[in-house]
């Protein structure tokens, strides 16, 4: 029944007996596993010893077949735990959310029309950005941008080990370079603090060269699939276009606001404004959370379906990335405002506190704030490295948020230096990958001018502030792929540590590249 259930014989059965004399073994049919030499390392139970055998017959003395204590619904052949028909959760939040989102409108209606009531049209040079010229350079920027993202994609697909091992290495020698620089400029902080970075990163490398292969099977693993659904790409640029349109949108509002009102005469902020100016900020950040975050759990949902239906009985469905987002929109939605609800209150005692250091003039209440928004900065970090797992479990499995972040906290505590070195060592790709297509989109756009000169920037003053943007559209196009890959990882990551038997059911070739190099793989995480 067991080996019906899993596709592997039951622990209590010896792994794989040895084959008749003279007959064809398959090694496909029965993944063997390689004795697990560093079981206390990887803090795996120890188990009576037992012998079982190898793809060849050979017997493996103390070794011990993985466990795996999963669960699979009769009825769909899935892992219980994975609910493709979740129940709505935490509705409380989403509620919330649509006061607070329908109150920020109606202030936007009268902080706009103040803003539109004083007629304050530019007809200066500055329209010359929005000119033919001018679209021209942002968009060679954005082109340039697009085919850098396309081919660095493409290569981490093709190398991913090479690639994060030249990123680490680049990034050792930006820091060393920076550090040199301003220690020649006699600046010795960033000096130092660049010398710093630069001994800590060669540190890291040193300590992790050991996991990069597990990191580079997992980012090959999630580009190629990605790959084959292109539109996660779709919706990550659609999430970015509406971010930057709503933040557009968030900064006329402040302006209206302040129009409404400010006191001219004394040069004072009344209560009233500061209240409205705090008020806008929340419900900017939690808007703006709201929007990230349901582009992560749509992803994460497809991911968790490739992880699960891929290679099983059912088979995939017919448009994943679809019903991943409705699941996102519909019965996840509650978790995600909670979880963004957790960061947004973060986010607006930061603005508090950064509004309550003024300009510096009172000592004490400056250090003060300081301070609180060091504090508050930490604990932003941390709440939104768990809350990226967390829904990485709402996607996956229905979950709600409580219960979500509890469990991503179990994962954390059994799987976490693991964690954190993937998470580092395949971020750093992406964010050198940044770096690279902002300067180079920044280059594109600087190329046009010098050589196009358009009318409207014949004094050259707006080749500063284009090149700017195009940097800034080249760095988040690449952070726009990067949001993509991010996402997939994770929830691979989270579906590989709570139930490591799907993977070897479905994808048994997959299963032991990871195996080979994450031994503790064949342990699932026990709660």
């Known amino acids: ?31 063997h596993y390689q004795p697990l030499q560093q ?30 204590d999963g669960v699979i619904n009769p009825d769909s052949g899935l892992p219980a735990k994975f609910n493709p028909k ?22 936007s209606y009268f902080a706009i029309r103040q803003v539109k009531g004083d007629n304050n049209t530019s007809t200066g040079p500055a329209l010359g950005i929005f000119s033919t010229s001018g679209l021209i350079s942002l968009c060679i920027s954005i082109g340039v941008g697009a085919v850098i993202s396309v081919l660095y994609f493409i290569l981490i697909q093709a190398f991913p080990r090479q690639i994060i091992k030249i990123t680490f290495a680049v990034s050792i020698v930006l820091y060393l370079a920076v550090a040199i620089y301003y220690i020649y400029r006699r600046l010795w902080l960033p000096g130092i603090i660049g010398l710093v970075f630069a001994v800590l990163y060669a540190s890291m490398w040193w300590f992790w060269r ?13 580009t190629s699939v990605s790959r084959r659904y292109w539109a996660t ?20 509002v402040i302006s209206g606001c302040y129009e409404l009102y400010y006191d001219n005469l004394t040069g004072s902020t009344p209560t009233k404004l500061k209240v409205l100016i705090v008020f806008c900020f929340f419900s900017f950040y939690w808007t703006s959370q709201v929007m990230e975050n349901i582009v992560h759990v749509t992803i994460s949902g497809l991911f968790a379906t490739y992880y699960f239906m891929m290679g099983s009985e059912q088979g995939m469905t017919k448009s994943p990335t679809i019903e991943s987002f409705k699941r996102a929109c519909t019965t996840s939605i509650g978790s995600i405002c909670f979880g963004s609800l957790v960061i947004a209150i973060i986010q607006t005692l930061r603005a508090v506190a950064q509004m309550a250091r003024g300009d510096g003039s009172d000592g004490i209440m400056a250090f003060v704030a300081c301070l609180i928004d060091c504090l508050l900065a930490c ?14 479990q709402v996607a996956i499995y229905g979950k709600a948020y409580i219960p979500a972040a509890k469990d991503t906290w179990t994962i954390l505590k059994d799987r976490g230096i693991e964690q954190l070195i993937n998470d580092n060592l395949i971020g750093n790709v992406f964010s050198m990958g940044a770096i690279l297509c902002g300067v180079l989109s920044g280059l594109g756009t600087y190329l046009y001018l010098r050589f196009a000169d358009p009318a ?51 994808k048994p070739e997959l299963f032991e590249r990871i195996r080979e190099t994450w031994p503790a793989v064949v342990q699932g995480v026990r709660y």
Request: charged share 5%; hydrophobic share 45%.
């Open 456 to 506: 409207f920037n014949a004094s050259g003053n707006f080749t500063v502030v284009l090149v700017v943007m195009g940097f800034v559209m080249g760095v988040q196009i690449m952070f726009t792929i990067g949001t993509v890959i991010d996402s997939g990882v994770a929830t691979t990551f989270v579906c590989l540590a709570e139930d490591p038997a799907a993977l070897a059911r479905t």
């Open 210 to 222: 050991d996991r990069i292969a597990f990191s580079a099977v997992m980012l090959a693993t999630v």
């Open 379 to 392: 604990l932003q970090g941390i709440a939104e490295y768990i809350n990226k797992y967390a829904f990485c």
């Open 233 to 252: 790409y779709v919706l990550a640029f659609a999430g970015l276009v509406l971010q930057i349109a709503y933040s557009v949108y968030f900064m006329t």
């Open 1 to 31: 029944m067991a080996q019906q259930q899993y596709g592997y014989p039951p622990p209590q059965q010896p792994y794989g007996a040895p084959p008749p004399p003279h007959s064809y073994y398959q090694p496909q049919q029965q993944p």
């Open 86 to 107: 979740p129940k709505y959760n935490d509705l409380w939040a989403f509620f919330l959310f649509l006061v607070q989102l329908a109150a920020f409108v109606v202030l």
């Open 39 to 68: 079981q206390q390392q990887w803090g795996l139970q120890q188990e009576p010893q037992q012998q079982y055998f190898g793809t060849q017959g050979q017997p493996m003395t103390g070794v011990v077949p993985p466990s795996y």
